[in-house]
């Protein structure tokens, strides 16, 4: 079992900044990738950035030069940093990590979520 804890949430006025942050904890061999989703009221959820062991990190064009993925291996850690926030931001956030657990088989965990919220 593989466990993601995520924290940073919460409410901004518009070009505000917040940081979210997720640790994945349990039966971690490996993990491939790390990232974030978000889902609007009424709408599917959606990328907002992922980011492969190695591999090129990839943005939603609506968040490309506002927000910043980042990973501490060491921590089995992952980040965004969300900056010039919109309404439009508003959502849940949630984390996801893809990998490979302790018994050889593969994972593909979601945390619980994380509101953000950005005021007009």
């Known amino acids: 079992q593989v466990q993601l804890v995520e924290s940073g949430g919460g409410l901004v006025q518009a070009g505000g900044s917040l940081r979210l942050s997720c640790a994945a904890s349990g039966s971690i061999f490996s993990i491939n990738t790390m990232g974030w989703y978000r889902q609007a009221p009424g709408k599917q959820r959606e990328l907002v950035a992922i980011?492969?062991?190695?591999?090129?990190?990839n943005y939603s064009d609506s968040v490309k030069g506002r927000f910043t993925i980042s990973r501490d291996n060491a921590k089995n850690t992952v980040y965004l940093q969300m900056n010039s926030l919109k309404p439009e931001d508003t959502a849940v956030y949630y984390c996801?990590?893809?990998?490979?657990?302790?018994?050889?088989?593969?994972?593909?965990?979601w945390g619980q979520g994380t509101q953000v919220t950005v005021s007009s």
């Open positions: 996801n990590a893809k990998g490979i657990n302790d018994y050889g088989d593969e994972y593909d965990y």
């Open positions: 980011m492969p062991s190695g591999g090129t990190t």
